[in-house]
């Protein structure tokens, strides 16, 4: 009978093996937007409410991480304001209202947060944390440097479909990301290197500053819609944090100095530009027309 006693004590031990190894992939949130296995340690958790309150620097204000206490991060929310938050969600059902759960990359961490459900279209512009449907990426898509990519797996080549790579584009894991390197590009139209390893076949309109390099102090700012075949090209002023401020006349964003300017005043912008963000209170700024 000893071989029976010996049999139930394996069987109790062995029995809650299952459960806390589900327990752990429901924590990590494999049941919605992957996260890469070997990154999951940067997966900022849920909180209950009790511990999130005792956290001094939970939802104040904040300019960095560091301003956090851990395991908080410090994410920019509505109105651009940044504050010190916890994981909302692991998976889509922790949300109310119909909202989706969506992985934000905050630097080296990645934070869950309940948004709009998505239908922006893979390679389409897309916001992290939407706020509106035509914000957010549609299913089994996701928002990796405000485009919508589709996850996919390195060690698998056929994850991405031609002309695709698979990338490790950011925390969030592995995206297939559009590369026009070593193929031939239809006439009019050549290899465009894009941000994050992303290169396109494009028609070329402004400065091609890629192949004329800039004045000295200034960079080549290049934006391009993926699937409308064009680029839109111009030397501009690098601006930030770290880097130099703006002149008079205009104001950064996207490290780039823009050009104000006033929607109400025809020729305040380039010719392939258009004023965007102008109101009664503030001036807009210049950014490329992609509809000319």
């Known amino acids: 009978m000893k071989w029976r006693s010996r049999l139930a004590v394996l069987l109790a031990f062995l029995l809650p093996v299952p459960l806390i190894w589900a327990s752990n992939r429901l924590l990590v949130g494999e049941l919605n937007v992957p996260v890469a296995r070997d990154d999951a340690s940067r997966l900022v958790p849920m909180l209950p409410p009790d511990e999130a309150s005792r956290l001094p620097s939970f939802t104040r204000s904040c300019e ?8 908080l991060v410090c994410l920019r929310q509505l109105k651009w304001k940044r504050a010190c938050v916890a994981s909302t969600c692991a998976m889509d059902a922790d949300c109310s209202g119909g909202l989706s759960c969506y ?4 630097g080296e961490r990645v934070v869950r947060m309940c948004g709009a459900p998505g239908e922006v279209a893979e390679g389409e512009f897309c916001t992290e944390l939407p ?22 797996q390195p ?3 056929r994850s991405c479909a031609d002309g695709y790579v698979c990338s490790n584009a950011d925390a969030k894991g592995s995206v297939c990301l559009p590369t026009c390197e070593g193929r031939s590009c239809s006439e009019g139209e050549r290899c465009v290197a ?9 028609r070329v309109q402004g400065t091609d500053c ?5 004045p000295a102090g ?27 401020s703006c002149p008079e006349g205009y104001s950064c964003i996207g490290e780039r100095c823009r050009q104000q300017c006033r ?8 010719p392939l530009e258009k004023c965007a963000g102008f109101s009664e209170r503030s001036s807009g700024v210049c950014i490329f027309d992609f509809d000319k």
Do not use: F, I
Request: with cysteine; charged share 20%.
């Open 194 to 202: 894009l941000d994050h390893g992303v290169s396109v076949c494009a």
């Open 155 to 157: 060690q698998e080549p």
């Open 263 to 270: 929607a109400d005043e025809p020729g305040s912008c380039g």
């Open 103 to 106: 992985s934000v990359a905050v």
């Open 64 to 71: 960095g991480n560091e301003d956090c206490d851990a395991p």
């Open 210 to 214: 890629q192949l004329n390099p800039c």
């Open 131 to 152: 706020l509106e449907r035509n914000w957010a990426c549609a299913p089994d898509l996701v928002c990796t440097h405000m485009r919508c990519r589709r996850p996919c």
């Open 218 to 244: 200034q960079v080549c700012d290049v934006s391009a819609r993926e699937l409308r075949n064009g680029a839109w090209m111009r030397c501009a002023l690098a601006c930030g944090k770290q880097g130099p």
